[in-house]
């Protein structure tokens, strides 16, 4: 076991707060509680598409999902997506990229998310410096876990696979960067425990902080 060199970390839930986007169903008439099932249908719409070999932008995944859940019209679907680019960072983010930062390990984001999405949420919580690059596997047209998102990130950051870490509250996700040779590290978010069933990752932890520290440890 050894640090890894740099620490990605997905953005949508892991890092940024989705409670705007539940805000803009809500003033279009649904529900914010729809946005566990919007989101959670968006990412195996994603999922699915990149599996069959074809490509579906998170945006449109979002909006198809939103299409077959809802009665929006086009317009409110639209808008509603707009929502993504007024995302914050929880309040646990800040210190936890601090002290990766301190320690002298690169820090990125890795999401499938459209591009712009993690660059203002990191601004509107005045973290972008503590950030080296913001990636988004759009740019390969892969949706994680695909192991080809992974060995792209670890390679657009000049690092093996093995010098990378990835933490996510997702267990699919972390499963994902294990399998294409990264370090995973899991915490909960929305998800209460690690999903039973699969290979457990090489850090399970309670909350951010210790996901980070677990990291360092090493």
């Known amino acids: 076991m050894s640090?890894?060199?740099?620490?990605?970390?997905?953005?949508?839930?892991?890092?940024?707060?989705?409670?705007?986007?539940?805000?803009?169903?809500?003033?279009?008439?649904?529900?914010?509680?729809?946005?566990a099932t919007v989101f959670g249908r968006t990412l195996h719409t994603g999922a699915a598409a990149t599996v069959a070999g074809v490509w579906l932008s998170f945006r449109a995944a979002f909006e198809s999902a939103l299409a077959q859940l809802t009665d929006l019209s086009d317009g409110d679907r639209a808008?509603?997506?707009?929502?993504?680019?007024?995302l914050s960072p929880h309040p646990d983010v800040e210190p936890a990229l601090r002290?990766?930062?301190?320690?002298?390990?690169?820090?990125?984001?890795?999401?499938?998310g459209s591009p712009g999405v993690a660059e203002a949420g990191l601004e509107r919580g005045g973290i972008t410096p503590l950030v080296e690059r913001t990636l988004t596997s759009e740019s390969v047209r892969?949706?994680?876990?695909?192991?080809?998102?992974?060995?792209?990130?670890?390679?657009?950051?000049?690092?093996?696979?093995?010098?990378?870490?990835?933490?996510?509250?997702?267990g699919w996700d972390v499963l994902g960067a294990e399998r294409a040779g990264l370090t995973g590290a899991w915490f909960p978010r929305t998800e209460r425990v690690y999903p039973p069933g699969l290979p457990a990752p090489s850090v399970v932890a309670?909350?951010?902080?210790?996901?980070?520290?677990?990291l360092l440890a090493r």
């Open 79 to 86: 808008r509603v997506a707009d929502a993504f680019l007024e």
């Open 142 to 170: 892969a949706w994680k876990p695909s192991r080809e998102a992974y060995l792209w990130a670890a390679g657009a950051c000049g690092v093996a696979p093995d010098r990378m870490a990835l933490v996510a509250a997702h």
């Open 206 to 214: 309670p909350d951010l902080a210790s996901a980070v520290d677990a």
């Open 3 to 35: 640090r890894p060199e740099v620490v990605a970390f997905d953005v949508n839930e892991t890092l940024l707060d989705l409670s705007p986007v539940g805000a803009a169903l809500a003033e279009h008439g649904q529900p914010a509680s729809l946005l």
């Open 99 to 112: 002290r990766l930062a301190t320690a002298g390990v690169r820090v990125v984001t890795l999401s499938h």
